[in-house]
């Protein structure tokens, strides 16, 4: 059994296949998954897990050199805007874009990692890094 990083074994394995600026979303219970981009279902429940729980255990597994968010998450979800803010002092460059530029570039995405969570633009594109 797994002792160490993400436990949920499809988000281990996409992880684990990621090359350099290759890109997951984690993203609300709302947001459309595109045709062809594999979807893991976390939710349980409306708000379980949250936006928030998901994006940390992800990033404490993934190399991340960016990420994109909604512009729009600062004048409809002020806890999103606070984490993207909080972002670049983990190294990590952060974007903005209008939501429907963010809902065209998830089509890029190896994955998408749907949660639970029920607030507005509670999503972002997570980008690739590397360990050297």
């Given at each position: 059994?797994?002792?160490l990083g993400?436990?949920?074994?499809?988000?281990?394995r996409v992880?684990?296949?990621l090359?350099?600026?290759?890109s997951i979303?984690?993203?609300d219970?709302?947001?459309?998954?595109?045709p062809g981009?594999e979807?893991?279902?976390v939710s349980l429940?409306l708000?379980e897990?949250?936006?928030a729980r998901?994006?940390?255990t992800v990033?404490?597994d993934?190399a991340?050199?960016?990420?994109?968010f909604?512009?729009e998450?600062?004048?409809h979800?002020?806890?999103v805007?606070a984490?993207?803010?909080?972002?670049?002092?983990?190294g990590?460059?952060?974007?903005?874009?209008?939501h429907?530029?963010?809902?065209q570039?998830c089509g890029q995405a190896?994955?998408?990692?749907?949660?639970?969570d029920?607030?507005?633009?509670?999503n972002?594109?997570?980008?690739?890094?590397?360990?050297?």
């Open positions: 059994m797994k002792k993400h436990l949920n074994r499809d988000i281990a992880l684990a296949c090359g350099h600026t290759d979303v984690i993203a219970c709302g947001l459309p998954v595109p981009v979807c893991i279902d429940a708000g897990p949250g936006f998901v994006l940390d990033l404490a993934m991340c050199e960016r990420a994109l909604a512009s998450c600062h004048s979800n002020p806890a805007s984490l993207a803010a909080a972002l670049p002092a983990q990590i460059a952060t974007e903005f874009v209008s429907e530029a963010f809902k570039h190896r994955a998408v990692i749907r949660t639970g029920a607030t507005p633009y509670a972002v594109i997570l980008y690739a890094g590397v360990i050297f």
